[in-house]
């Protein structure tokens, strides 16, 4: 037999680029699915082959995705102006993508969709989410990729489909994350809302790890697994071991619910009025103020999965490499 390969969408970014280093490690011939003007840095030096095409340009989509032996749809979009980006890309763009593979390569052996836990929703009454819970979103990104995983089971029976919804994402070449760290780097702790609340996090090789193995393995069309570090940490702890990881005390800032959802307001104002795309919007505060625990069993039985990364260990690593690429 000869050697697999596989067309990783969003090939690019954070994820998608650690995705294709893991496949390269695992001797698959990989196949980089960008747009034409995507910025590579983070590809530099891996030995991919590149596929151009926009998920929101069908005719974009049939030379990219044909004579490949997997499919990884990482490609999407985690903050947008209005709502209907949203859908666009991650609604509307995932059902081209499938409609082009459906047509140009029907035989593929199976297509991962990268969802998000934002699919699920938080978790009710201390209760982990499991992939059985009816989902509830509670942001339009959440909505939004809930539309690409209807999209990709729309095919369950006439292509081999499966989705992983990461939990909260962090590591090495994450910018969204980056602000904890120069936080706690200047020894500011801050504690916002309820610092009971649990939440569980993921390395992105660990992410990296269970797409994999999510992709190779033979599991039922359309199962779907949740991917995340086996333990959750009150935000307390959490922020406690940021301060480690970076070696600060710090002094801790407690933020009530009622002023971190001001701060939000105020921020998402001065973005749009300046044009730029808020991170932090008052929907934003929905998630991040609710508790993520989720029950990640599934994932271990089927596919064998187990995170290797606490995050005392992992943010650790992401400092570093935040250092050693003058990051922080």
Known sequence: MGTQSVLITGANGFIGSRLCLTFLRQGFTVY????????????DGLAVQY?????????????????????????????????EQFF????????????????????????????????????????????????HPVTTYGESKKAGEEAVLAYQDSLNVAIVRPAGVYGPGDKEVLSLFKAA???????????????QMVHVDDVCSGSYLATVTETRSGSIYHIAEKQAYTIAELVNLLGKAVGKKGIVIKVSEKTFRRIAAVSETACRTIGMTPMLTREKCNELLDSWEIDVRKAKIELGFESAIPFPQGAKDTYHWYREHGWL
Do not use: C
């Open 32 to 43: 980089a699915g960008i747009r034409k003007r995507a910025d590579r840095h983070l590809l």
């Open 51 to 83: 596929r151009l095409g926009d998920v929101t340009d069908p005719e974009s989509l049939s030379s990219m995705v044909t004579e490949v032996d997997y499919i990884i749809h990482n490609a999407g979009i985690v903050k947008a102006n209005d709502r």
């Open 88 to 135: 666009r890309v991650n609604g509307a763009g995932t059902a081209n993508l499938m409609a082009a593979i459906a047509q140009h390569n029907p035989r593929v052996k199976r297509l991962l969709y990268i969802s998000s836990q934002a699919v699920a929703g938080p978790s009710i009454n201390g209760k982990p989410v499991t992939e059985t819970d009816q989902p």
């Open 185 to 199: 780097k200047f020894g500011v702790r801050p504690l916002f809302g309820d610092v009971s609340r649990k939440i």
